[in-house]
């Protein structure tokens, strides 16, 4: 990967915290301002919250240098799929590979 492309995925990945974090700030059930915590606010904490670990985890990536390689293969993911999905941690081949497993359970 090139420097320049892991800098504007970087900043995609930081784009992306900041707005899964400032959805986490309304939705998060606090006794303070007196939202009600419903169960689809909880729902969305907790598809939220796995969201934002997959976000540091990507970060994780990007530190130790092994950010855009497929953890199925060890192949480059596609530079076009990460742009789509800066979280992504397969390559398309991989990825659909996985789907059609879990199509088939
Ligand atoms: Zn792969």
Do not use: W
């Not at 900041?18 to 006794?31: I, S």
């Not at 480059?76 to 789509?84: F, K, P, T």
């Amino acid at each position: 990967m090139k420097r320049s492309d892991i800098n504007s995925v970087r900043q995609a990945l930081e784009r992306l915290r900041e707005a899964l974090e400032a959805d986490l700030r309304v939705l998060r059930p606090t006794t303070a301002c007196g939202t009600v915590p419903t169960e689809t606010n909880l729902e969305l904490v907790a598809q939220i919250e796995s969201d934002l670990a997959r976000v540091d985890a990507a970060f994780q990536r990007l530190q130790t240098g092994l950010y855009g390689y497929c953890v199925g293969c060890g192949d480059e993911i596609e530079l076009n799929r990460l742009r789509a999905d800066p979280v992504a941690t397969l390559c398309l081949g991989c990825s659909r590979r996985v789907q059609r497993r879990a199509s088939h359970c």
